[in-house]
C-alpha cells in the first residue's frame, strides 16, 4: 500500500462559505454563518477530523470590487484562528499577514501569541499586499511598487527572524525559591537597523513552542520564488495543468541550494478546488449550479482587478483585448499570467473565462467521484508536481466534509495519507524539523535587499 | 436593599497569575500557568461565574526592566480575549492597545472581529504607550512626546470611529435569489485625510455587534482627562485615598458636558488590589508574605521608571531623592504624580514605597475580610467616588475566585450588584445604549488637535 512510504500534506484553505464566488447564493451553504466563529471552529474540527496537516485564511486589507455582489471576509484571521485553536488540538493554524502594512515587531508578537495559544500550530503566510485598494488605506497614493514591496517583505521578515530568536529556549526559569524569572544572559536585544526598520528587541514574550510560525510564501512572481527559496517552508500555489506544476516545482526546488537549504525544507502545495459527487456527471452539475450563479457584472470587475485593465464595458461574447506585460504589473503578477496564458491556451471568451475562474479565482477546479479526485492528486503527486495539495472547497462546510468523510479515506487506504497525526506541531505535521534555538547572531543587515 | 436602585460595575483586571509583582512566586498561584491559555479562559468563566462586566488585560511593546525578576505578558492580548470569548458567553473583553504603535485600519479591524467573536463583548483601552523601551521597538530614539502622543491618539480614533461607521448595520442583504450581496449606498469610503493618516476605507468588514469596541482609558494627565472626557465610556484610575477618588471623579465627570455628553455616558471605575482573608489580620498577614517575596532590585528598577530617576543605587531606608516637575516627565504623568505625592503624604522610605506599590504598581490595595472590602466599595460608590470598580487580584487564579465567590454576594445581597446578566453586549453591561448606525457624515480632520 505504501508508495515507498512517502506521504503527502493537505492544508484546507478556508473561505466564508466557500471558495466559489457564488457560494453564498448556492442552497448547499446557509449565507449568515459568513458571520459566525462559530462555523469557523466547526470547519477546524471537520480538518481535524480528516487529519489534515492545516487550515489556512487568507486575508485583504480592502473591501474588493462591488460589495453589492460579494463578500470581505467578516473576521480578521489571526483573531479567528485563535478562537479555532481552542476547538482543535491537532489541526495547523495558517493565517495571511501583510509585509506591507504591519509593524514587524507586533506581527511577531501576533503568531509567537497564536503559537502560545495552539501549542505550536501557528503558520504565517507572508503576503506584500498585491491590490491598489490596500495602500488606500494605508496612507499611499498608488500601490507600491512590487520591487520595493518584496525589499520591505525581505527586510521585515528579517526583523521578525531577530525578535523570535531573541529569547533562547530555555531563557525562562521561573525558579521561585530563589526569584529568578528568567536568564538575562539568555534574552536579547536585537539592536537592528535596516533601511526601514529600527528595532532594538527583544520580543515582549518568552519562545513559544514552535519558536516561530511556519513560513508560508503564495506569490509565484520572480521575486516571489527567490524569496519562497530562501525563506518558505510551504507555498501555496496555482497551477492548472500538470505539465505547468511539474516545471514550477522543479524551478522552486532548484533554487534551494543557493541558500543553503535542501530541497525537501520546502513544500510545495498546488490548488485544487473539487466538486464532489456520487459520478462524474453529477460532479460537473453541481459545478455548473456554482457557474450559473455568477454575477457578470461582479466577475468583470474581478477579473479587470487581476489583469490591470477595465474590462466592465467589455463584451461577455468576445476574447480577451490586448493586455500589458507581466513587468507593467504592479499587483500579483504570477496571477495575471496565469489568467493570460488560460485565456490564450484555451481560446476562451470573457464568458468562458469567468465561469473557469469562478471557482478558485485561477486555481483548478476539478469536478469528478471521490475516486478520480484521488487519482488526481495521487497523479501529480508522484509525477513530481507537488508535496502535498491546497484543498480549496468551493461551498462549506459541505465542501469540506465531502473531501475529509470520502477522498481522505481512499488516500489513507494507498498509504497516501496519514491516518493519525504523528506530531504536535505544525512544522511537525509538514515534516520539518524543530526551529533550533540558536546561541543569537544577529542577522546581517538587508541593505537594500 | 436596593441603594435607589443603583448598581456599580465590576471589571476584573488580570494580569499572568496575580497583579502583585512576586505573584509567581507564592504557593498560591502556579507559576507555569503564566504560559497556558486555559489558565486565563479559566479566569474568565470564573468572571463570568461571578456576573463581572468584564475582564481586561493590559500590554506593553516591550520587556519591562529586569527580566530576569519579572516577566513579560506571555500573549497578546486581541488573541488572547478571541482564546477567552469562545469560553464564554457574557463577560465583556477589555484589550489594551497603542495608538502610537499601531496603524487605525488594522486595530479597527482587529476589534471589529473580536466584536463579531464575541456576539458583541469587545473593548478597547486606548494607550498612547509611555515607555521609552516601547518606542525603540518601533524606529524611534526616544519616547515621542507626550502632547505629541494625544494628538496621534485623536486622531487614530478619528480615523477608527469613521471606519467603524464605514457599514451602516443594515447594509448587509445577503439576497441570495437575486444575488444582492450588501447595499452599497450603506458602505462608504472615509476619504480620510489628516496630518498623520490617510486613509480611504470602507472597513473590510460588515459593522459589529456593538458598531465598535467600547472606549475604555486610564491615563489621568491633563491630556489624558480630556480626552477621556471626549472619548472614553470606561476609565480605569489608580486613587489612592476616598478624597482623591472623589476630586478624580467630579473632575472628569464636569469636563464631560464641554463634549456635549452627559456624566452617565462614563463610568469612572477605580482600582483596588484586595487581599481576602476571613479575618483582617489574616489578610494583613497574606499581604504581608507577597511584599516579603518583592525583590527590592527589580523593585527599584520599576520605581526608577516610573519616577524618571534612577533608584538602582539609592539606600533603601533613605526617603525619595528630589525628583523633577511632572511636566518635564514624558512617560506616564499621572502615574508619576501619584507615586511622588503617596511618598510624600506618608513619608515613605524607599523600602516603605516598594512595599505599597508591589500590589498594584500605584493602585490601592486594600486587606479585609470579605464585609470589610464590600464595605469600602460601598463606601466609595456612595461617596461619589466611583461608578464601578477595577479590581486587580494580587494573585490568580485564587484572588479571583475569592472576590467572586465571597465578595460579589454580599454586594449582591446589599443589592449594589446584578445577580444575573440582563444585556448581551458589553456596553449594555455599563447601562451604555448601542451605538446608533448613523448616516456617514465624515468627522472633520483634527488639524493638529
Known amino acids: 500500500m505504501s508508495h515507498s512510504g512517502k506521504t503527502f500534506h493537505i492544508n484546507a484553505f478556508l473561505m466564508g462559505v466557500g471558495h466559489h464566488e457564488a457560494a453564498w447564493r448556492h442552497p448547499r451553504t446557509e449565507e449568515h454563518r459568513?458571520?459566525?466563529?462559530?462555523?469557523?471552529?466547526?470547519?477546524?474540527?471537520?480538518?481535524?477530523?480528516?487529519?489534515?496537516?492545516?487550515?489556512?485564511?487568507?486575508?485583504?486589507?480592502?473591501?474588493?470590487?462591488?460589495?453589492?455582489?460579494?463578500?470581505?471576509?467578516?473576521?480578521?484571521?489571526?483573531?479567528?484562528?485563535?478562537?479555532?485553536?481552542?476547538?482543535?488540538?491537532?489541526?495547523?493554524?495558517?493565517?495571511?499577514?501583510?509585509?506591507?502594512?504591519?509593524?514587524?515587531?507586533?506581527?511577531?508578537?501576533?503568531?509567537?501569541s497564536l503559537d502560545h495559544i495552539s501549542h505550536g500550530r501557528a503558520g504565517w503566510n507572508i503576503v506584500t499586499s498585491g491590490n491598489a485598494e490596500e495602500a488606500y488605506n494605508f496612507g499611499y497614493d498608488a500601490i507600491p511598487e512590487h520591487a520595493r514591496r518584496y525589499e520591505r517583505a525581505q527586510e521585515f521578515l528579517d526583523v521578525a527572524l531577530n525578535l523570535w530568536d531573541s529569547w533562547e529556549s530555555d531563557a525562562l526559569e521561573l525558579r521561585t525559591a530563589s526569584g529568578v524569572f528568567a536568564d538575562p544572559d539568555k534574552v536579547h536585544r536585537i539592536d537592528y537597523s535596516g533601511e526601514r526598520f529600527r528595532v532594538r528587541g527583544p520580543l515582549n514574550s518568552?519562545?513559544?513552542?514552535?519558536?516561530?510560525?511556519?513560513?508560508?510564501?503564495?506569490?509565484?512572481?520572480?521575486?516571489?520564488?527567490?524569496?519562497?527559496?530562501?525563506?518558505?517552508?510551504?507555498?501555496?500555489?496555482?497551477q492548472r495543468t500538470l505539465e505547468e506544476g511539474r516545471r514550477f516545482y522543479q524551478?522552486?526546488?532548484?533554487?534551494?541550494?543557493?541558500?543553503?537549504?535542501?530541497?525537501?525544507?520546502?513544500?510545495?502545495?498546488?490548488?485544487?478546488?473539487?466538486?464532489?459527487?456520487d459520478t462524474a456527471e453529477q460532479a460537473r452539475a453541481l459545478e455548473q449550479e456554482f457557474t450559473d450563479l455568477i454575477s457578470p457584472d461582479y466577475a468583470l470587475r474581478q477579473l479587470s482587478g487581476?489583469?490591470?485593465?477595465?474590462?466592465?464595458?467589455?463584451?461577455?461574447?468576445?476574447?480577451?483585448?490586448?493586455l500589458p506585460a507581466e513587468s507593467d504589473i504592479q499587483g500579483g503578477k504570477s496571477r495575471?499570467?496565469?489568467?493570460?496564458?488560460?485565456?490564450?491556451?484555451?481560446?476562451?471568451?470573457?464568458?468562458?473565462?469567468?465561469?473557469?475562474?469562478?471557482?478558485?479565482?485561477?486555481?483548478?477546479?476539478?469536478?469528478?467521484?471521490?475516486?478520480?479526485?484521488?487519482?488526481?492528486?495521487?497523479?501529480?503527486?508522484?509525477?513530481?508536481?507537488?508535496?502535498?495539495?491546497?484543498?480549496?472547497?468551493?461551498?462549506?462546510?459541505?465542501?469540506?466534509?465531502?473531501?475529509?468523510?470520502?477522498?481522505v479515506p481512499i488516500l489513507q487506504q494507498r498509504g497516501l495519507f496519514r491516518t493519525e497525526y504523528t506530531a504536535t506541531t505544525l512544522r511537525g505535521h509538514y515534516g520539518l524539523p524543530p526551529v533550533e534555538s540558536r546561541r543569537f547572531t544577529p542577522i546581517p543587515t538587508a541593505a537594500g535587499a
Open 34 to 112: 459568513l458571520l459566525d466563529v462559530e462555523h469557523f471552529r466547526e470547519l477546524g474540527r471537520i480538518a481535524e477530523r480528516g487529519r489534515l496537516d492545516s487550515v489556512f485564511f487568507a486575508d485583504n486589507l480592502a473591501v474588493g470590487p462591488r460589495i453589492e455582489r460579494n463578500a470581505p471576509a467578516v473576521f480578521e484571521p489571526i483573531t479567528l484562528l485563535s478562537a479555532i485553536a481552542t476547538a482543535t488540538e491537532h489541526v495547523g493554524l495558517i493565517a495571511t499577514a501583510s509585509t506591507s502594512y504591519n509593524e514587524p515587531f507586533n506581527l511577531a508578537r501576533k503568531f509567537t
Open 206 to 238: 518568552p519562545r513559544s513552542p514552535q519558536g516561530r510560525p511556519l513560513l508560508v510564501q503564495a506569490g509565484s512572481s520572480e521575486s516571489g520564488k527567490e524569496f519562497a527559496a530562501r525563506h518558505a517552508e510551504a507555498v501555496f500555489t496555482a
Open 251 to 277: 524551478d522552486l526546488k532548484s533554487r534551494l541550494p543557493r541558500y543553503g537549504r535542501s530541497p525537501d525544507e520546502l513544500k510545495v502545495l498546488p490548488g485544487l478546488v473539487p466538486f464532489i459527487a
Open 306 to 322: 487581476m489583469l490591470g485593465v477595465d474590462l466592465t464595458e467589455h463584451a461577455l461574447d468576445a476574447p480577451l483585448p490586448p
Open 336 to 407: 495575471f499570467t496565469l489568467v493570460k496564458e488560460l485565456a490564450e491556451r484555451e481560446e476562451l471568451t470573457v464568458r468562458q473565462l469567468i465561469g473557469k475562474l469562478g471557482g478558485g479565482r485561477g486555481h483548478r477546479t476539478f469536478a469528478g467521484t471521490p475516486e478520480q479526485i484521488a487519482d488526481e492528486l495521487q497523479s501529480w503527486f508522484e509525477s513530481g508536481a507537488a508535496d502535498g495539495f491546497n484543498i480549496m472547497p468551493p461551498y462549506l462546510p459541505g465542501g469540506l466534509t465531502d473531501f475529509v468523510d470520502r477522498v
